[in-house]
């Protein structure tokens, strides 16, 4: 007798109401709602899909990441750094058109505050090592001298400058440059993901802040710079030390799982959430505004916010 299995590297997601298929060596995901469709179609529907096949008894290996242990290393997966709060440009990410950083700062980054962001993170004994660096601003362009000193400083797999406006004079060997980056927009099936890293991760950690760490311009450590909450400072906090206290466990290991209407969503592992568009207090646990997806009913309905850049 045959037995009709999933492929190894397919995984069932199930809703309230529908199911998604995580096909992880295909990066797609595919949506199946189960009403009116028989059991016979529904296992054609699959084996066409290439999502399941037949077996008489022989179970093929299941593909997996261990993305748990994340939970237990002090590394962190991004650490982003924000040098000024000064631009010219008033681009949508930081800008007045953003509304999300305080109005009226123009404030730089001092050497003080500097050194202590050299001396927590990067390698050697009491650092915590970083995998992505990120510099933002303002203009973090408008001190070049202070992104030399930290990505020469601070060892990464990967270095990062966001600056929204076309830079293209700009370049360099030791960084990439990202630009037009839009924050906050809407929860849609075309802003989905699904990569192996991606889906393991978020079954264990919160898709934006799992393993993050952000300093603002006066050395404040958050979880995002877009959220006036704060743990400490790095003049006066040993960050890696607040790290192994568990200060940011709570919010690090917030998962879908976790928040009203997500845990019976169907896309809960694909989904990534700016959570700070929730309300004022972190540790809200609601469904984000900016999702019009009702997995009661297997809808989309059009968000509170519709798109914010």
């Known amino acids: 007798m045959k037995n009709l299995v999933l492929s190894p590297f397919v995984y069932k997601v199930r809703g309230a109401k529908n199911y998604l298929f995580h096909d992880l060596y295909r990066e797609k995901i595919f949506h199946l709602s189960l009403e009116d469709i028989s059991i016979s179609q529904l296992k054609e529907n699959l084996i066409s899909s290439g999502l399941a096949f037949e077996t008489e008894g022989v179970i093929p290996f299941k593909y997996k990441i261990d993305a748990n242990k994340m939970k237990n290393t002090v590394e ?33 980054m001092t050497e003080d505050v500097l050194k202590s962001i050299i001396d927590n993170f990067g390698e050697g004994p ?31 797999v990967k270095k990062y400058i966001i600056f929204n406006k076309s830079m293209e004079s700009i370049s ?14 809407s929860i849609s099936e075309a802003a989905f993901e699904c990569d192996d890293f991606s889906f393991f991760f978020r079954q264990n ?5 799992g393993k993050k760490l952000c300093i603002d311009v006066g050395g404040e ?3 995002c710079q877009r959220h006036s909450y704060t743990f400490g400072n790095v003049l006066n906090n040993n960050v890696k030390q607040l790290i192994m206290n568990g200060v940011f466990d709570h919010y690090w290991e917030l998962t879908k799982d976790e928040i009203a209407t997500c845990c019976d969503c169907e896309y ?5 959430e700016c959570r700070p568009h929730i309300e004022a207090d972190l540790r809200c646990i609601e469904k984000p505004k900016q999702c019009g997806y009702n997995p009661y009913t297997g809808e989309w309905k059009e968000p509170i916010i519709k798109n914010i850049l």
């Open 76 to 108: 962190l997966i991004e650490l982003e750094i924000r040098l000024t709060n000064i631009c010219f440009e008033n681009c949508p990410d930081c800008g007045k058109l953003c509304g999300c950083f305080l109005s009226g700062e123009s404030n730089r």
């Open 126 to 156: 009491g650092k915590i090592p970083v995998k992505n660096l990120v510099i933002t601003g303002g203009n973090p362009f408008l001190e070049r001298e202070s992104i030399d000193l930290i990505f020469g400083n601070i060892d990464s």
């Open 172 to 185: 360099h060997d030791n960084f990439t440059i990202i630009k037009n980056r839009k924050r906050g927009v």
């Open 205 to 209: 950690l919160h898709s934006c802040w």
């Open 221 to 223: 450590v958050k979880l």
């Open 268 to 272: 809960r592992y694909s989904c990534f």
